[in-house]
């Protein structure tokens, strides 16, 4: 043990390094630790471990973190902390402190290092398991750590074992269905007061394990008697551990008790030379193994006993430290005032159920230990120790919770520390009529602080059955949600944050549209670029530049993010008309068709364009955020309707790099960057796909247009993407190369209506609904989707249909999602009636104005009516159109 | 996090599928004859029940293979997880 | 694929993190060809896919057979030449390796319903090496890396940093990653960031 010295509330301290903060101000004479929440009543630390409910501390050094039990908080050098009263706060800088997660497997998780769970590391190591051991204290050993005894080493060398990792400060927070659990370790708080920023501050812990020991042990419980909540009061446990190690501010205590733990925490203090004034037991008679090892043992050693009695109120001296304890007959009126600076209560124990909770196991109530366990055992879980029940044999406990109080008394009687919730509180409920401790709790807010009920759950049961003459498993059951104890949000986030937090997919030109300026839109996980602003522009003129530029001349768009799947088989051809609404097994080798797919329910579901690459050798293409799905879909359908069906599917999204080149000016490029490809619109027909090497590559040339200008589209392996756009911007320049990006995409695509799945749909619109009935095959038998376009609600009447609208106001763009309401101007009184929204909205260069694709109740039945868009300010009029604004007669696409 | 067990792969994580909706609901062969009540309780009714049920499952991030499962909607436990087409395995319950 | 490397970009630049001879190695390996091949092990296709490849492979989710070396780091099998089998799916392999792949199934797709798709550039590869390697996947992976349950030439597909990828377990302390290439960078900058605890 080395001395470090500490901070606490801005007083200078030392103490023993690794002891807890709550022993080194014990050490230092302090009892008052903080005030209580509510009250402002004096407290002092209870308890040992997590189960404190008054010594919360804020850390101001290292990382910072609020309302730590400063029973928890192990002594570095340099340490600062600051008492809370009930309510922390967070240190106003950032943590730098790194935070991980890491997974493992593992044969069998026990949970606790007392010696229960030694043993059953010990039993399954012995086996041949691997075993790891997670234990939330410092040190392994349990209950034998705080009774100052050396833990068996036959037990102890368990933890050296190849097959065994112990991993010490590392709580079990969750135990969930098969074997899975979450624990958090912490890794640097107790080496220093540092931030570590390479050593990972907490560690989250996945663990899946085959078999999960629960071997958590167990706390002390208090009594709820009047002023039970005085500096000075603590569990006996507590008390009896801190003194015996030095941390000794008292001199005269006074034990209650339930059980013999009270007896043999007083020995303690009577060994470490506290004055026992009195051992009060709530028991008049006890069996002839407790009056042997307990009643005699305190005998010998002068230190009074009052049978069949218990404490009823204390005192307190000037600074509200305990100076006096009051003690009465449980059945007679008789009391006396002892005087006493340490009240050490042995309230029972109170097994940690909580893991076991979480999984739905319901604890057992034993009246001979006066405590819920948990005595199970299945083929994943088990439990061991003191939480199945396994006290030392003279441990007999009397049910007994606390004394009758008056009503004054009952005001100060403490049944939640944290919550200050009172006897009085707790009487309020019950005569309201709760009875269920989930009644009870919510109504006075016992068991919702800090410490989630760690010691008043049991307390509160307990009282409910003594208030309405019940055992206490009568009155329901103890249920915990983890975490089992608070952690901090960091711990959970692991590395999951900035960069980390969702992966980014990039595609081979993403450097190139880094460093040309463009910012990013999300789509999905991709990266795309958005526009390409030249200096000075905003994103509307840069788009309107892109436009003109890709309708005049010609512009390059990166749309390798398509998804693209593979389909090989002699079966592809009639798969393939199954999937889409419309006929591909009649597609001509090298030709590409747009095809759109729909659900079941005949609600459009994705679209592409699909390639015959051979006579059985299909590319499909799939819409950028769809392509997982749709590769999902059509393996559902060959794997579990049409497994005789001989078609492979395999995607190759991120094989191919697809870089189009699009505008009039397009056939020029393309001839420069393939000089041997015949480019002529009689060689080379719109749909048509060619092979050729283009920039010294082999690609695929697609003649595929999302604009309704010439385009080609450029497929070759991606290790290529980037050099074919860098061919493409040199071979261009002379030709006012535009590179444009998704949102002039959306743009030049809306002004010849052409859908967005996602954008003009919602899975609620059929291929009719989008004025596509064109695409709808009437030959084919069936294909997916087809049956439910007769149900009587997709063929009905007053469907949402796409059509175009345009504002009266040419300058105004309406905001996309925008309600369109009929035939209503600025005056027409309310109620008006809802008709359809905005899907999509622009500003456009060809249209030298603003226009936008709505989807409208009967729309196309209803072209050429005025309509309103109520907005917040102001009414908008304008008029249904159809929903091609550019280029209707398809004259463009050939250049 | 469930644990589903891939016929193929073992027990993985839940992230590494997408759910499939009960099992054993065949695409009806002749839908043109079919009524539109008929119709409609293919697309849109599923059994839900309390308790053991087949559903299927895909292993997207792992062999892309549909399969069948049992599984206890109550407490999320497990049974055997069989391919299409093959013999359907009893109840657990 | 055959790269013309004047033209051709990996997605990582072939980098390079940590040492041979420290707890951790990350390297990319770039231009790594690789294919998908669909084939039933039921059909009359398998066998010849079989005899073509000189391999017997094994309609084992997980399984690798193979005939060249697999890693740059400490492995006997010859580099040049030669395939690797990697058993994704009951009827899925991807192949990797220097052979012409291409070549020795072109007949047997003539002759039989198998699928073999390109997908070198779809695919980096990525080898981590040291004795930290296996704590660094662990921080990120979530199934069994123990060796009883991943041994050597074990493969698997599945999330890592919550990118899908191949691993495979391909010798002592030695495994390598094929994410696809969009991930790659993510990957890289999840990867690095674990490993910075190990170096």
Known sequence: MSTVNFTFDGKQYSGEKGESLASALLRNGVLHFTDSSYKDRPRGVMGLWVEETNALVNIDSGAGEPMKPATTVELVEGLVARSAQGVGDLPDTRDNSRYD?????????????????????????????????MDDKPAAGGHLVYLGQSVPTELLAVLERENVTYLPRTTVQGLYDQGFSVATERRTDHLDANVHTEMSRIRTWHIRAEHT?????????????????????????????????????????????????????????????????????????????????????????????????????????????LNSVTIGDAKSDLQETIKADLLAVSGGWTPIVHLATFIGIKPTWSAKRAAFIVKHKDSLTSTTGMLAGEFGDDDEAEVFFGPKLSTDQALVAFVDYQRDATYRDFKRAIDAGMRSIEHVKRYTAIGTAHDQGKTSGTVTMGLIGQAIGKAPDEIGSLTFRPPYISIPFAALAGRDRGLLSDPERTTPIHAWHVASGAPMEDVGQWKR??????????????????????????GVMDASTLGKIDIQGKDAGQFLDLIYTNMFSTLKVGMSRYGLMCGIDGMVFDDGVTTRISENHWLMTTTTGGAAKVLDWLEEWLQTEWPHLEVYCTSVTEEISTVAIVGP?????????????????????????????????????????????????????????????????????????TPYGTESMHVLRAEKGFVIVGQETDGTQTPQDLDMDWIVSKKKEDFIGKRSFSRADTARQGRHQLVGILADDGSYVIPEGAYLVAGADANTPPPVKHIGYIT??????????????????????????KIAIPMADRVVTGVITDSVFVDKENTRRDG | MLHIPCPYCGPRDETEFHYGSEAHVAYPENSGNLTDEEWAKFVFIRSNPKGWMAERWVHSAGCRRWFNVWRNTINHQFGPSYKPFSQQPKSPA | MMVNSEFAKSPLGGAKYGDANEA??????????????????????????????????????????????????????????????????????????????????????????????????QRTKIEIYGPSAKDVLAHYWEQDLRDEHFPIDACSQGVLAKAPLIMWHCCENCYLLFPRASFAKHLWTALTDAAIEYL
């Open chain 1, 840 to 865: 999509s909205s622009y500003d456009s260069a060809a249209l030298g104005r603003s226009f936008a694709l709505a989807l409208v109740a009967n729309g196309l039945a209803r072209k050429g009516e």
């Open chain 1, 101 to 133: 997660k890491a997974n493992r497997h593992v044969d069998v998780l026990v949970v606790g290092a007392g010696t229960s769970g030694l043993a059953a590391a010990k039993k399954f190591s012995d086996q041949g398991k691997s075993v790891i051991v």
């Open chain 3, 24 to 121: 951790i190695l990350i390297q990319e390996v770039p231009f790594t060809p690789g294919f998908d091949l669909r084939v039933d092990p039921e059909s009359s296709g398998f066998a010849a896919v079989n005899q073509a490849l000189g391999l017997t492979l094994i309609p084992n989710v997980g399984t690798v057979v193979r005939n060249n070396a697999s890693c740059i780091v400490g492995d006997e099998l010859p580099a040049a030449g030669g395939v690797s089998a990697l058993c994704l799916g009951p009827d899925w392999w991807y192949l990797t390796g220097t052979a012409n792949i291409a070549a020795l199934l072109k007949p047997v797709q003539e002759l039989h319903h198998i699928s073999l798709v390109d997908v070198s550039s």
């Open chain 1, 529 to 554: 670029p958005w526009y390409f602003p030249k200096s000075g522009e905003n994103m509307h003129a840069a788009v309107l530049r892109e436009c003109a530029a890709v309708r005049q001349d010609v």
């Open chain 1, 665 to 737: 000016k397009s056939r020029e490029l393309m001839s420069r960057l393939a000089p041997s490809l015949d480019v002529t619109n009689e060689s080379f027909a719109f749909m048509e796909n060619k092979h050729a090497e283009v920039a010294g590559v082999p690609a695929r040339i697609a003649r595929i247009s999302f604009s309704g200008e010439l385009a080609y589209e450029i497929n070759v392996p991606a290790s290529y993407g980037l050099h074919i756009w860098e061919s493409v911007m040199s071979k261009g320049a002379d030709l006012n190369i």
């Open chain 1, 213 to 321: 020991v629960l071997a958590t042990g167990a706390f002390q419980r208090h009594l709820v008697f009047a002023n039970n909540d005085r500096p000075g009061i603590m569990l006996s446990h507590a008390a009896a551990t801190y003194v015996s190690s030095g941390a000794n501010p008292f001199r005269t205590a006074v034990v209650v008790t339930i059980d013999n733990q009270g007896y043999r925490d007083a020995i303690r203090l009577h060994n470490a030379g506290v004055y026992v004034a009195a051992v009060v037991d709530i028991r008049k008679k006890v069996s002839k193994s407790s009056k042997k090892s307990s009643r005699k043992a305190i005998k010998k050693l002068g230190i009074r006993l009052i049978k069949g009695a218990t404490v009823i109120d204390t005192q307190a001296n000037l600074d509200g430290l």
